[in-house]
């Protein structure tokens, strides 16, 4: 059984266009709720935090939604529209000078985009054999890269430099990152046969008959998991909200422990991020080839403890500056690389027929909920104790995660004996 490498690049294509806006929103919002409406870091902060908080409801709402729907598209479509729609008028109200108009916009914007980041993300599992569902993931994850890659080289390009007393003008950029949303989900909508891939898929998969209509509520849907089946849910859930919490807080706080520990700019800091990003983006394919052969659970295994013993180094090592922490943040990425790509499939292996979209949402409130909880509580560490607690923290938290992920018995998915129809299925030049 071999992976559609090329469908699989085109499935990714509304996720390469949601890291696209995202990579935008992180770098350039937080700027003008600064410069332009001169916000404090709290209430900028508070802020920036809405998406997250709409994500814990909204995701697993929209996930469950396009389940009942029975459809991906529509959500993608409709919501990418009204996401571009916005995002182009986000800028006109900035320079409107109103911060009630940009937050209006701004809170409708943030709906929108949590409307279809739960179906864009189940549109992969829906048309991808389970044994083959890291594979494909490691090529999302990749779309979802060079997306943000597309952001920051159209920030430099697009954004000038402010003059004296006036901001940037940040309208190009919104404007480019809003044409490549719409080009990418055209492309997709064009290239992908939603209703034709997903009974193909439904037959493999879960051994419906492809020419049957789906039901609006399969009965294995419905069903309530095995005892040992929700045990296994839960763990991975939980290990991913810790492993979340340890990752996102090195991320988030790295710049700022760089500046008060080593007394410099954050250019070392951005580079050593830089090398993870690149030691993630090097290591997705390899990883999503191990995790076939060894599997998923191993592999994530692996990841974890990698990462815990590179966060623990980082606590001795990190009190200064050195060329070793470039390997220690390529490391990082590596073992982020090998967790993130196998558990967002060890999730959807758990779901029923007629409900991967639940589960996908339910695999983003625990992120979300990780990226919520982990800046406040390492932050405290950093203000009321110190700077040196930054890697001890991030280590043991994913400690922790190795602990829950440990116990898991479900999640996997056994290689699948090949067939004729498997095979004519999976060819590499396939629709």
């Not at 409107?96 to 980041?117: E, P, Q």
Request: with cysteine; proline share 5%; glycine share 8%.
């Amino acid at each position: 059984m071999k992976l559609n490498y090329k469908r699989t690049l085109l499935v990714g294509l509304a996720f390469f266009s949601i890291c696209a806006f995202w990579q935008m929103y992180d770098a350039i919002v937080p700027l003008i709720l600064r410069d332009t409406f001169h916000l404090g870091d709290t209430l900028g902060g508070f802020i920036m935090s809405i998406d997250n908080i709409l994500a814990i409801f909204m995701l697993p709402l929209f996930g469950a939604f396009s389940d009942k729907a029975g459809r991906r598209m529509p959500f993608i479509i409709l919501g990418t529209v009204a996401a571009v729609l916005f995002t182009v008028v986000l800028p006109i109200t900035v320079a409107n000078g109103s911060l009630l108009l940009f937050f209006v916009c701004l809170g409708l914007l943030l709906i929108a985009m949590a409307t279809y980041r739960s179906p864009a993300v189940a549109l992969m599992p829906d048309v991808t054999p389970k044994p083959l569902r890291s594979k494909a993931n490691a090529v999302i994850n990749l779309m979802g890269t060079l997306g943000g890659v597309y952001t920051l080289i159209a920030t430099k390009i697009l954004v000038r430099k402010a003059a004296d007393g006036v901001p940037p003008d940040y309208e190009a950029l919104f404007i480019s990152v809003a044409g490549l949303m719409v080009v990418a989900v055209i492309f997709l909508v064009l290239t992908i046969n939603e209703r034709k891939l997903v009974a193909e898929m439904r037959g493999i998969n879960y051994g419906v008959d492809p020419a049957e209509e789906p039901q609006e509520a399969p009965e294995a849907a419905a069903e309530k998991l095995p005892k040992d089946m929700l045990k296994s849910l839960l763990l991975i859930l939980f290990s991913i909200l810790f492993w979340f919490m340890g990752y996102n807080a090195v991320t988030t706080a790295f710049t700022k422990y760089a500046t008060q520990v080593w007394q410099q700019d954050v250019g070392q800091a951005s580079t050593c991020l830089m090398i993870a990003t690149v030691g993630a983006v090097i290591s997705y394919l390899p990883i999503g080839f191990l995790a076939t052969k060894v599997g998923r659970k191993k592999t994530i295994l692996f990841g974890i403890a990698l990462l815990a013993a590179c966060f623990a180094l980082g606590g001795v090592v990190a009190e200064r500056f050195s060329a070793s922490l470039y390997v220690m943040f390529a490391l990082v990425g590596a073992a982020w690389a090998a967790i993130n790509v196998n558990s967002y499939p060890m999730v959807v292996e758990i779901s029923r027929y007629g409900n991967i979209g639940k589960y996908t949402g339910y695999y983003y409130l625990f992120s979300m909920a990780a990226q919520i909880i982990t800046p406040t509580l390492s932050g405290y560490l950093l203000e009321h104790v110190g700077y040196y607690t930054l890697f001890p923290y991030a280590a043991v938290m994913v400690a922790l995660s190795f602990f829950t992920m440990l116990p898991t018995r479900h999640g996997d998915s056994k290689p699948a004996k090949l067939r004729s129809k498997l095979e004519a299925f999976d060819t590499p030049d396939g629709d």
